[in-house]
């Protein structure tokens, strides 16, 4: 066991939120260790690296970084391409944070004696009754608690949460007044941070350079080259024109392929209609997209694969508790209970649109992060 010193290993991005979390720390009292983590990098870019470890000099602070490129790339990477290619629409940020960028702090934090560990997250953590919760963080709009709630106690019981109590323009007035004028001003990361653009091109470029490896693997070696062929013809098979029916069936236009759709999907579709339509469901085997009307996709039961929940009776059988799909504000109410197969089963109590298989609930209750896990299957 890990004495609690006031130790403490932070994960630093390079970006406004962990720099001040550093910073915040520092103030409290803590010694701080900083680690970045080698995920991916945009366009070969290491400018990341270089701010953390400019600002951990700055600050005079330990910092190390750990290349978890390999990992990241097979985890999380190929997880997202793998989702589409079965027409599910995949969580790589919830997976990334519950079973990647929080237990490798943890496994570090170990190996180097340290019992905390932070990150700059928007979100706080309270501890009752010997149970530690997330809760929901001061600025709301920028609230990350949705992509955390596969944490286990083990991890739960050792973070601090340094951003969780400050609104993001008091992190930048913060950093500013501290002298830190780059921190201060360096732009909010949007969305997947492998795939800031559109996940279609993203996609395409993947299949494309992995099939382009398979090739010049093949030049290497020729008695690779009949493995290289049906690669090839799984990603030109998979990714070929299909056909846009309707609920019955009825062909409706030509699509670009099935995992270039998302359920829920209005725009984009390239097809004009005189009436408004969006993806109800995506057939992988037959290469078919249902389009139907929005209250076509209409859902009030979902069940949940992979789960965790922090707590089992504040959470299974209460009508109050708030399920969240989405990240965004959207919230509504369900009761949940555990099915014979061992999935969650989430009743919603009013009906949910753009319901995914592959995408993530998260459920609240009391103000507290209750769990949540992955979608399977919705009615
Ligand atoms: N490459 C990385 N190495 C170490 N820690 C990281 C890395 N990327 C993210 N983190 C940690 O996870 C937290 C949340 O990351 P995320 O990318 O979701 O948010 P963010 O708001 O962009 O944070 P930041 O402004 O610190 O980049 C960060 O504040 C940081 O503590």
Same mark, same amino acid.
């Given at each position: 066991?890990?004495?609690?010193?006031?130790?403490?290993?932070?994960?630093?991005?390079?970006?406004?939120?962990?720099?001040?979390?550093?910073?915040?720390?520092?103030?409290?009292?803590?010694?701080?260790?900083?680690?970045?983590?080698?995920?991916?990098?945009?366009?070969?870019?290491?400018?990341?690296?270089?701010?953390?470890?400019?600002?951990?000099?700055?600050?005079?602070?330990?910092?190390?970084?750990?290349?978890?490129?390999?990992?990241?790339?097979?985890?999380?990477?190929?997880?997202?391409?793998?989702?589409?290619?079965?027409?599910?629409?995949?969580?790589?940020? /919830?997976?990334?944070?519950?079973? $990647? =960028?929080?237990?490798? &702090?943890?496994?570090?934090?170990?190996? +180097? !004696?340290?019992?905390?560990?932070?990150?700059?997250?928007?979100?706080?953590?309270?501890?009752?009754?010997?149970?530690?919760?997330?809760?929901?963080?001061?600025?709301?709009?920028?609230?990350? /608690?949705?992509?955390?709630?596969? $944490? =286990?106690?083990?991890? &739960?019981?050792?973070?601090?949460?340094? +951003? !969780?109590?400050?609104?993001?323009?008091?992190?930048?007035?913060?950093?500013?007044?501290?002298?830190?004028?780059?921190?201060?001003?360096?732009?909010?990361?949007?969305?997947?941070?492998?795939?800031?653009?559109?996940?279609?091109?993203?996609?395409?470029?993947? &299949?494309?350079?992995?099939?382009?490896?398979?090739?010049?693997?093949?030049?290497?070696?020729?008695?690779?080259?009949?493995?290289?062929?049906?690669?090839?013809?799984?990603?030109?098979?998979?990714?070929?024109?299909?056909?846009?029916?309707?609920?019955?069936?009825?062909?409706?236009?030509?699509?670009?392929?099935?995992?270039?759709?998302?359920?829920?999907?209005?725009?984009?579709?390239?097809?004009?209609?005189?009436?408004?339509?969006?993806?109800?469901?995506?057939?992988?085997?037959?290469?078919?997209?249902?389009?139907?009307?929005?209250?076509?996709?209409?859902?009030?039961?979902?069940?949940?694969?992979?789960?965790?929940?922090?707590?089992?009776?504040?959470?299974?059988?209460?009508?109050?508790?708030?399920?969240?799909?989405?990240?965004?504000?959207?919230?509504?109410?369900?009761?949940?209970?555990?099915?014979?197969?061992?999935?969650?089963?989430?009743?919603?109590?009013?009906?949910?649109?753009?319901?995914?298989?592959?995408?993530?609930?998260?459920?609240?209750?009391?103000?507290?992060?209750?769990?949540?896990?992955?979608?399977?299957?919705?009615?």
């Amino acid at each position: 066991m890990i004495e609690k010193n006031k130790r403490v290993l932070l994960g630093m991005s390079g970006g406004t939120d962990s720099s001040v979390a550093a910073m915040r720390l520092l103030e409290a009292g803590y010694e701080v260790i900083g680690v970045t983590f080698r995920f991916y990098e945009l366009n070969g870019s290491t400018e990341y690296l270089e701010d953390a470890r400019n600002l951990a000099e700055r600050l005079g602070i330990r910092h190390i970084t750990y290349d978890a490129r390999e990992i990241f790339a097979r985890q999380i990477i190929e997880y997202f391409v793998q989702e589409y290619l079965a027409g599910r629409t995949p969580v790589p940020c /919830t997976l990334c944070n519950n079973y $990647l =960028k929080w237990p490798l &702090l943890a496994k570090i934090a170990d190996e +180097m !004696g340290v019992f905390y560990i932070a990150t700059g997250h928007y979100a706080r953590n309270i501890r009752l009754n010997e149970t530690v919760y997330i809760t929901h963080a001061a600025d709301l709009d920028k609230d990350q /608690t949705f992509f955390l709630w596969g $944490l =286990k106690q083990d991890i &739960l019981n050792r973070m601090l949460l340094p +951003m !969780g109590d400050i609104t993001k323009v008091e992190a930048r007035a913060w950093a500013a007044e501290h002298g830190f004028r780059k921190v201060a001003t360096k732009k909010d990361s949007i969305g997947v941070c492998f795939c800031p653009m559109d996940y279609r091109t993203f996609l395409k470029d993947w &299949l494309v350079r992995n099939g382009q490896t398979s090739v010049s693997n093949s030049e290497a070696s020729i008695n690779d080259s009949q493995t290289t062929d049906s690669d090839k013809q799984t990603w030109s098979d998979r990714i070929r024109r299909g056909r846009f029916i309707d609920e019955k069936g009825r062909f409706i236009a030509w699509h670009e392929g099935y995992p270039f759709y998302t359920i829920g999907q209005r725009r984009g579709l390239g097809i004009h209609l005189n009436r408004p339509v969006f993806v109800k469901e995506i057939d992988s085997e037959k290469n078919e997209v249902v389009l139907a009307s929005l209250s076509a996709l209409e859902k009030t039961e979902m069940w949940l694969k992979d789960w965790n929940l922090v707590n089992q009776e504040r959470t299974l059988g209460r009508a109050d508790i708030i399920v969240k799909i989405r990240y965004r504000k959207q919230e509504n109410h369900g009761t949940i209970t555990i099915t014979p197969d061992h999935l969650l089963h989430v009743q919603l109590h009013e009906p949910l649109t753009a319901v995914a298989p592959g995408q993530a609930a998260a459920f609240y209750g009391d103000g507290l992060l209750l769990g949540g896990g992955i979608i399977v299957n919705a009615r």
